[in-house]
């Protein structure tokens, strides 16, 4: 019923338990990468968000310091060096980029140096541009203006530069403790 098949990991030195040697740090292994996965996440070329993810959320914003691919729909806004949204892709909010291809949908603000819509693409807002490429078939509906200064296409990058809110459960800093207080129930409400 199950075929047995091996799966090689390149690039990560084990024990024959499938393990790092103990005590091992990877300067010990000269040409073999670390095998970390925050460094493995330095090194990708880009990110794609495919075509069964769906991104939802107030505020949130999808940040990629390199290319993005997106495949999927996301609520929210992107910022990213390279943004492609694919024919299957969309996005609902603003696009942020110094490049965005786009071949799906978008409902929203976009702002880059070079927007391009393909054949596929259907957009509704407005288009901050340097530079903008329709073709023939792509179906736009808004307004297209040049940027007053450069600061206006610019993608902001910085995750630090967002304000968050703390997830539920994290450690707060201190401050006043506010308490919720009970509503008083209503003359005769519980009494049987």
């Known amino acids: 019923m199950f075929k047995e098949r091996s799966i090689e990991i390149r690039g990560v030195a084990t024990t024959e338990q499938g393990q790092a040697p103990a005590g091992a740090e990877p300067s010990e292994f000269p040409g073999v990468p670390s095998a970390s996965p925050f460094d493995a996440a ?28 997106i495949d999927g729909d996301i609520r929210g806004d992107v910022a990213g060096k390279q943004v492609t ?15 965005v291809d786009i071949h799906g949908g ?9 927007v391009s819509l ?19 078939g792509a179906q736009f509906e808004g307004h297209v203006r040049r940027p007053t200064s450069e600061a206006d296409l610019a993608p902001n990058l910085d995750a630090n530069s967002y304000a968050t809110a703390p997830l539920q459960g994290a450690p707060v800093a201190a401050g006043p403790t506010v308490r919720p207080v009970a509503k008083p129930s209503a003359p005769g409400a519980g009494q049987k």
């Open 42 to 69: 330095s090194e990708m070329n880009g990110s794609v968000i495919g075509t069964d993810l769906t991104i939802l959320g107030d505020k949130i914003t999808i940040i990629s310091h390199k290319s993005l691919q």
């Open 85 to 99: 949204i694919g024919k299957d892709g969309s996005v609902i909010g603003t696009v942020s980029s110094e490049t």
């Open 106 to 114: 978008v409902r929203g603000a976009i702002h880059a140096k070079s």
């Open 118 to 136: 393909h054949p596929t693409a259907q957009v509704d807002g407005e288009i901050i541009h340097r530079s903008l490429i329709i073709s023939e």
